[in-house]
């Protein structure tokens, strides 16, 4: 009896041995996203993880509501992986929070618009009319800067344009307000404010059309966003897959197509150059 009650045992012990090699298989081969509202999560589903599983990779998008939690969960190893920002933004970030991320390769993106409920050209704005724009450091800068390109203000000419705040501003010619504003909320001021400066990820999220925008942000290279790792991730399998997949046909393909969103987005130099395609 205690000889079949040891064999059972023993069974039970190979049984979930091989169980539990075979999950552990499975959790190396699973690679999580972070993401933020708006297009990116589809991106991720719609362009990139169906190369991935032919690859033999599991995706997994896990979303975030603001642009903190992405980079602080890749940090600490919740996600393998973020697709919501651009360089500036994982640089500052990174340094200022004692992160090691690194990007892997710039992805097509939508960038900022200028958008009202309360009038239909810039022209039409009159002194004292309020003006919302992310509060974040680097985007609040990034956001000026496009203002500034509008011709509704003019920037001091000492100030790093990088590190702008609404209290950089010389000229503001029609006496516009300026109120930095958590970037996820922007689409709600509209009701509220003349004009919003809105990212593409968080209009879209609400309903917003790239071409309804007044204004669109022409985007530098720097401000296109990427997909980030941990740095000390940067030569793993996982990590050229994803590269891989990105730079692929398919991708290509479904970015492209003229009845989805992405169509619309701006690409990336190396995109252009490959796919001779229009920015």
Request: aromatic content about 6%; proline content about 5%; charged content about 25%.
């Amino acid at each position: 009896m205690r000889l079949v009650r040891g064999i059972q045992a023993m069974a039970l012990i190979l049984a979930l041995g091989v169980s539990g090699a075979v999950l552990a298989a499975d959790d190396a081969k699973l690679i999580r996203f972070g993401v933020c509202p708006g297009p990116y999560g589809e991106l991720i589903k719609q362009a990139i993880q169906p190369g991935l599983e032919k690859k033999g990779w599991k995706v997994e998008v896990v979303q975030f509501q603001d642009w903190v939690q992405p980079n602080l969960a890749l940090g600490n190893g919740d996600v393998d992986v973020n697709v919501f920002q651009h360089s500036l933004y994982l640089a500052k970030f990174s340094a200022d929070h004692g992160l090691k991320l690194s990007a892997v390769i710039n992805i097509p993106t939508a960038g900022l618009g200028i958008y009202s409920q309360k009038i239909k050209s810039l022209d039409q704005l009159k002194s004292g009319d309020e003006v919302t724009l992310a509060s974040d450091p680097t985007n609040l800068a990034r956001s000026l800067r496009f203002l500034q390109k509008a011709g509704l203000v003019k920037l001091k000419g000492e100030v790093d344009p990088t590190k702008a705040t609404e209290h950089d501003i010389a000229e503001n010619p029609k006496g516009l307000r300026f109120t930095p504003t958590e970037a996820a909320q922007l689409p709600r001021t509209l009701d509220g404010v003349a004009l919003s400066v809105v990212p593409g990820n968080y209009a879209i999220s609400a309903g917003l059309k790239l071409a309804d925008a007044l204004a669109l942000e022409a985007l530098d290279e720097p401000i296109k966003n990427v997909v980030a790792v941990r740095t000390t991730d940067l030569d793993k399998p996982f990590v050229k897959a994803i590269k891989d997949v990105v730079q692929s046909k398919e991708f290509h393909e479904v970015v492209s197509d003229p009845k989805k969103v992405f169509s619309s987005f701006q690409l990336p130099a190396w995109y252009v150059e490959k796919w001779n395609a229009k920015k």
